[in-house]
């Protein structure tokens, strides 16, 4: 037993319904009630919810080898993944960790760059052409109503499909990046539904047999990236030729390659769509925070007849990996946002051994959800928490408490993919908004939903208005 106060079986039994609409704002509610650590009495497992810096610290952190991801949130992933970084635990995890790592080094991220830009480019172009057709403005240039959550997606696909699979086009033409994605998806749907209304895993169901279909598409995807990456004589230092290498060398079983391939893509693709979107939202409700954004884009990248410094040679040219440190308060706003909406909403571990908490005792097995949603909300850690306030990444605002915020995680197991995604985050902004400005559609308020990442349900409409 947990000493800690929550929910009885029946309130649980009474909530169910309530906590599968909407998580979050059951955790929320859950705290209100009973504060700090709840435990919530399930039958199989002891569950506590921990919702102090100091508990997140400890399980995170300081005792970081004594809980593991046996729980259900990656137990689902895996049906997808098989083994793979985010999922895996002990010495499997930290050979993995070790052989992917020089992969995100800051090496790699101007490539992530290239493709971050090149991906707003396309979305740029495909809204300039629906404006285009739908009469709105001459040439359409960037107005109109748009889906953002949609074209947020799409483009995030792309970096990590180009990032991951680009030089591995088949010769056929067919685009394996895509092809695997598109696997990805589907199998992330089925494991997402499934979570909801868990169905007995013997039980040949229409979504048992798309995960097997989508599975197959993956291996099948992999094998041929793999081959073609093998007949080039050169394995390459990017992910995929690390990974090939280790396994030659012994040091990852074969299986790797595809867990980890297939994990990148799950892990990299809707946590930046997340972001973008929610931070597209918020620039969208305060215009004062868009408008210094704008000058600062208009000073890096130039303005219509007024080129800016050297480094800006055209005016509103498109933003380079060169311009990044050039745009604090670009990425003061996406840090922002990720405070806010930080897209994985909740993180769990299981507990290997007994351990305490925060002061509460857990016995082996304990599972232990920390929300950063929750912690980055504290007001005792971060002033007028619900505020909108770039300000706090500046200097210029309240001090961000270290440890009070987690939009990555923390300790051994840190996204391994900060980098790559703050670089695509940022870049994506100064591309799309380097000519135009998102403003609210009346009426139409974005609905927060907490599936895997944090998503708004139904998208979210924004109009674009040329600069
Ligand atoms: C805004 C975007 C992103 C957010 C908010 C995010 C968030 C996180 C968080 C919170 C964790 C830790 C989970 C835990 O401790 O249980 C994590 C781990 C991970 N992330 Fe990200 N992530 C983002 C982008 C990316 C990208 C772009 C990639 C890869 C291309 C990536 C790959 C991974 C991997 C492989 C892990 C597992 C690392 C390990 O355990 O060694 N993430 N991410």
Redesign the pocket.
């Known amino acids: 037993m947990l000493d800690a106060p929550g929910p009885l079986p029946r309130d649980m039994l009474r909530d169910l319904l309530g906590i599968r609409r909407d998580p979050l704002g059951y955790l929320r509610s859950a705290v209100e009630r009973w504060g700090d650590h709840v435990a919530f009495p399930l039958p199989t497992t002891p569950v506590l919810f921990v919702n102090t810096v100091a508990g997140a610290r400890r399980v995170?952190v300081e005792n970081a080898g004594g809980w593991t991801?046996q729980t259900v949130?990656?137990g689902a992933l895996s049906l997808v993944t098989g083994s793979?970084?985010?999922t895996?635990d002990g010495s499997a995890?930290r050979e993995?960790?070790r052989v992917?790592q020089p992969a995100?080094h800051r090496s790699g991220l101007a490539a992530v760059a290239e493709q971050s830009v090149a991906a707003a480019e396309r979305l740029r172009a495909r809204w300039d052409a629906g404006a285009a057709a739908a009469g709105d403005g001459p040439g359409g240039a960037g107005g109109g109503v748009v889906d953002v959550d949609a074209a947020a997606l799409q483009a995030?696909l792309e970096v990590?499909g180009r990032?991951?699979f680009g030089g591995d086009v088949t010769a056929e033409g067919v685009d394996d990046g895509e092809r695997v994605v598109a696997a990805v998806l589907e199998a992330l749907g089925v494991v997402v539904s499934r979570a909801r209304t868990p169905v007995p895993g013997w039980l040949p169901t229409p979504s048992r047999r798309r995960l097997r279909r989508a599975n197959r598409v993956m291996d099948e995807v992999v094998e041929r990236v793999v081959a073609r990456r093998r007949a080039t004589g050169e394995l390459g230092d990017d992910l995929l030729g690390l990974l090939l290498a280790a396994v030659d060398e012994g040091r990852l079983p074969p299986e790797a390659v595809r867990g980890?391939l297939v994990?990148?893509?799950i892990?990299?693709?809707e946590?930046?769509a997340?972001?973008l979107t929610w931070t597209l939202h918020l620039l969208a409700q305060h215009p004062e925070a868009q408008q210094r954004l704008h000058a600062e884009l208009d000073r890096v990248l130039g303005v219509p007849g007024n080129p800016g410094g050297p480094s800006a040679p055209a005016p509103r040219r498109a933003p380079t990996w060169e311009d990044l440190r050039e745009l604090p308060w670009t990425r003061a706003v996406v840090d922002e946002s990720?405070r806010l909406y930080?897209?994985?909403w909740v993180?769990?571990?299981r507990s290997e051994a007994e351990d305490v908490v925060d002061g509460v005792a857990v016995p082996a097995g304990t599972l232990v959800i920390v929300s950063?949603w929750l912690l980055q909300r504290r007001a005792d850690a971060h002033p007028d928490p619900e505020r909108f306030d770039p300000g706090r990444f500046t200097g210029e605002g309240p001090e961000v408490p270290r440890g009070a915020y987690?939009?990555?995680?923390?300790?051994?197991?840190?996204?391994?993919?900060?980098d790559?995604?703050?670089t695509?985050?940022v870049l994506v902004l100064a591309a799309l908004l380097r000519d135009r400005a998102v403003r609210p559609v009346p009426g139409r308020e974005p609905v927060l939903e907490a599936l895997v990442?944090l998503r708004a349900r139904d998208g979210l409409e924004l109009r674009l208005e040329p600069r």
Not at 406 to 416: D, E, K, Q, V
């Open positions: 995170l991801k949130q990656y793979g970084l985010l895996s995890w993995a960790r992917a995100f995030t990590v990032t991951l980890e994990t990148m893509v892990a990299g693709h946590t930046v997340s972001c990720l930080p897209p994985a993180v769990t571990r950063p987690l939009p990555f995680g923390a300790g051994a197991r840190l996204c391994i993919g900060r790559f995604a703050l695509e985050a990442t």
